[in-house]
């Protein structure tokens, strides 16, 4: 089937809240290593209160990615450029998803006059940013109790 990537709108609330949780927990592994405490602080803010205010906030963002119905990928940037989310469901990986997401994140990014684009970065989601032009550009933090997140960015063309 065809996956179609759009504006996220409130009637995707519950499917990308769901994408999040499961991207996290079954794709994420070597960055969580199946520890519940870690991934109770990294999934504690991936409500359905939460993602229907990001996709909702005027200073987002947000897509989604929809096969037939069923939302299969959430992504969200911010207009300072922060690519904040880009998660595809597991069955979704290698398909074309999360680049679609992510070109159209930078699309509007560019939209808003934005140069540069950043993200903090799973060692899971490191080799795919790399792959789309991203570079690391600072050291690696420990965030949301995960071991690493890298710093990463990509100018894009005005």
Request: negative net charge; charged residues 20%.
């Amino acid at each position: 089937m065809t996956v179609l990537v759009r504006r996220a709108s409130e009637a995707d609330v519950t499917g990308a809240c769901d994408v999040l949780r499961r991207s996290i927990r079954e794709l994420c592994v070597d960055d969580h290593h199946d520890d519940e405490q870690t991934l109770s602080i990294w999934l504690k803010n991936k409500t359905i209160e939460n993602v229907s205010a990001w996709v909702c906030s005027e200073t987002n963002f947000a897509v989604v990615a929809v096969e037939s119905t069923q939302v299969c990928g959430f992504g969200l940037i911010d207009r300072n450029g922060e690519i904040q989310l880009c998660y595809v469901a597991p069955e979704l990986v290698g398909r074309g998803s999360g680049k679609s997401m992510l070109c159209l994140l930078e699309q509007q990014a560019n939209s808003w006059g934005l140069n540069t684009v950043f993200l903090m970065s799973t060692l899971t989601a490191k080799p795919f940013y790399e792959h789309h032009g991203y570079f690391v550009s600072g050291l690696p933090i420990s965030t949301h109790g995960v071991n690493c997140a890298f710093p990463m960015s990509k100018t894009i063309a005005l």
